[in-house]
């Protein structure tokens, strides 16, 4: 047998393996495979397994994307429809703000005209409700929204507009009354101050210059009795005011007074300062000048007419003008002494800072002012009571009650009739 030469089949096995490769690259450019040095080798059945998950997860979310999307969409609908509630609202507060407007003073147009919006809006709640109820939601609710919103705030200015009104009617209507308060106040100050003037003219004859020391009797003395109490109240009211400005203790002022007392009502602490005072005010009544010259004095200055003279020479001055006319006075004096007993200086320095007034009233020169005015009227009606006194013959006797003494309805006056 013959035996074949290499050389002879070399041609036709390189145009075989050339035609295989051209098979092979064929193929994987038509499956889609990109070689990535190198030939790499997939099967078909798991690249078609791969791109169905992938479908599948695009799908799916595009669905969950899609209900978002409506979950969102019935919010902002139902946000709107809230909106639309609560402008409704709004608009029937400010209506029922009119309608109350409208009634005082009467206004049968503004009432019917209110009455007609409220109704209307009622009617338009009823149609939100109808809504929600039937899922009808605003096909716009962005722009329905920012036109309840406008709507809202448009019922809230009403309502503030008319709340407004009716504060400034009401603001007249006081200002109404205070100004006839004060009318009534004043003619009420006049017929006070015309009775007093009557009281001490009509049927009281020690007010006239015609009266003598013959004509005295004890109504004259209990009507300045009365007077003078008076005065020492109204110093009394006065002296608690400048107390309680200054931040005093009340409760310590009075039991340094009177310790021991158990008060029924908390203004009955003005009774341990009126005590006070009249202690002060009234002690040595019963000597002649009040002991300011001793027991030196002259007979004939103790005689009653004596005293009447000075009572029908004081009685039509005012104080301060008496004080200023004779500024060396037995009644300067008087009233000089008694200012630096009653007023101590630690309570003049706390209600005025410093002790002008002590100082002025020590070297009789008279202050001009509120306090030293009241006190001075005090005394001047505690120097005339002392005056009258001393000019009955036989004089007027002072007593004082001790504690502990039965009241008395003959010499006593209850202070809590």
């Given at each position: 047998?013959?035996?074949?030469?290499?050389?002879?089949?070399?041609?036709?096995?390189?145009?075989?393996?050339?035609?295989?490769s051209?098979?092979?690259?064929?193929?994987?450019?038509t499956?889609?495979?990109?070689?990535?040095?190198?030939?790499?080798?997939?099967?078909p059945?798991?690249?078609?397994?791969w791109?169905?998950?992938?479908?599948?997860?695009?799908?799916?979310?595009?669905?969950?994307?899609?209900?978002?999307?409506?979950?969102?969409?019935r919010?902002?609908?139902l946000?709107?429809?809230?909106?639309?509630?609560?402008?409704?609202?709004?608009?029937?507060?400010?209506?029922?703000?009119?309608?109350?407007?409208?009634?005082?003073?009467?206004?049968?147009?503004?009432?019917?005209?209110?009455?007609?919006?409220?109704?209307?809006?009622?009617?338009?709640?009823?149609?939100?409700?109808?809504?929600?109820?039937?899922?009808?939601?605003?096909?716009?609710?962005?722009?329905?929204?920012?036109?309840?919103?406008?709507?809202?705030?448009?019922g809230?200015?009403?309502?503030?507009?008319?709340?407004?009104?009716?504060?400034?009617?009401?603001?007249?209507?006081?200002?109404?009354?205070?100004?006839?308060?004060?009318?009534?106040?004043?003619?009420?100050?006049?017929?006070?101050?015309?009775?007093?003037?009557r009281?001490?003219?009509?049927?009281?004859?020690f007010?006239?210059?015609?009266?003598?020391?013959?004509?005295?009797?004890?109504?004259?003395?209990?009507?300045?009795?009365?007077?003078?109490?008076?005065?020492?109240?109204s110093?009394?009211?006065?002296?608690?005011?400048?107390m309680?400005?200054?931040?005093?203790?009340?409760?310590?002022?009075?039991?340094?007074?009177?310790?021991?007392?158990v008060?029924?009502k908390e203004?009955?602490?003005?009774?341990?300062f009126?005590?006070?005072?009249?202690?002060?005010?009234?002690?040595?009544?019963h000597?002649?000048?009040?002991?300011?010259?001793?027991?030196?004095?002259?007979?004939?200055?103790?005689?009653?007419?004596?005293?009447?003279?000075?009572?029908?020479?004081?009685?039509?001055?005012?104080?301060?003008?008496?004080?200023?006319?004779?500024?060396?006075?037995?009644?300067?004096?008087?009233?000089?002494?008694?200012?630096?007993?009653?007023?101590?200086?630690?309570?003049?320095?706390?209600?005025?800072?410093?002790?002008?007034?002590?100082?002025?009233?020590?070297?009789?020169?008279?202050p001009?002012?509120?306090?030293f005015?009241?006190f001075?009227?005090?005394?001047?009606?505690v120097w005339?009571?002392?005056?009258?006194?001393?000019a009955?013959?036989?004089?007027?006797?002072?007593?004082?009650?001790?504690?502990?003494?039965?009241?008395?309805?003959?010499?006593?006056?209850?202070?809590?009739?």
């Amino acid at each position: 047998m013959e035996a074949v030469k290499p050389s002879a089949i070399t041609p036709s096995k390189s145009k075989r393996v050339r035609m295989l490769s051209k098979v092979l690259h064929l193929h994987t450019a038509t499956a889609g495979i990109v070689p990535d040095h190198g030939v790499q080798k997939v099967k078909p059945k798991e690249t078609e397994e791969w791109n169905d998950s992938k479908k599948g997860k695009r799908i799916s979310q595009k669905f969950d994307n899609l209900q978002h999307d409506e979950e969102l969409e019935r919010r902002v609908a139902l946000e709107a429809l809230t909106a639309k509630i609560f402008a409704t609202v709004s608009a029937i507060k400010a209506e029922y703000a009119q309608l109350q407007f409208a009634q005082s003073p009467y206004d049968a147009e503004g009432i019917q005209a209110a009455d007609q919006s409220i109704v209307s809006d009622l009617k338009k709640l009823s149609e939100l409700k109808q809504c929600f109820l039937k899922k009808q939601y605003d096909p716009s609710p962005e722009h329905a929204m920012v036109l309840t919103d406008l709507q809202e705030q448009k019922g809230l200015s009403k309502t503030f507009k008319i709340m407004g009104k009716k504060f400034e009617s009401q603001l007249k209507l006081e200002e109404s009354q205070i100004f006839f308060l004060r009318e009534k106040l004043d003619e009420s100050n006049m017929q006070n101050r015309l009775l007093e003037k009557r009281l001490n003219r009509s049927g009281q004859l020690f007010v006239h210059d015609s009266l003598h020391l013959s004509s005295l009797n004890p109504s004259h003395f209990i009507t300045i009795l009365g007077q003078t109490v008076k005065s020492v109240k109204s110093f009394v009211r006065l002296m608690i005011d400048e107390m309680k400005s200054a931040d005093w203790d009340i409760n310590a002022a009075a039991s340094s007074i009177e310790q021991g007392v158990v008060y029924w009502k908390e203004d009955d602490k003005c009774f341990a300062f009126e005590s006070f005072i009249c202690r002060e005010m009234f002690k040595a009544f019963h000597h002649p000048y009040f002991s300011l010259f001793g027991n030196s004095m002259p007979e004939g200055k103790k005689h009653p007419q004596v005293f009447f003279d000075r009572f029908m020479e004081l009685k039509s001055l005012k104080c301060k003008e008496y004080l200023t006319m004779k500024p060396k006075s037995t009644f300067a004096k008087f009233c000089r002494a008694k200012y630096l007993q009653v007023v101590h200086p630690k309570m003049e320095s706390s209600f005025f800072i410093n002790l002008s007034c002590r100082d002025m009233v020590s070297s009789y020169q008279f202050p001009d002012t509120t306090f030293f005015t009241l006190f001075a009227e005090m005394a001047k009606r505690v120097w005339l009571l002392r005056c009258l006194a001393f000019a009955f013959q036989p004089g007027a006797s002072i007593f004082q009650i001790s504690k502990g003494c039965r009241f008395s309805e003959v010499y006593m006056e209850s202070v809590d009739e």
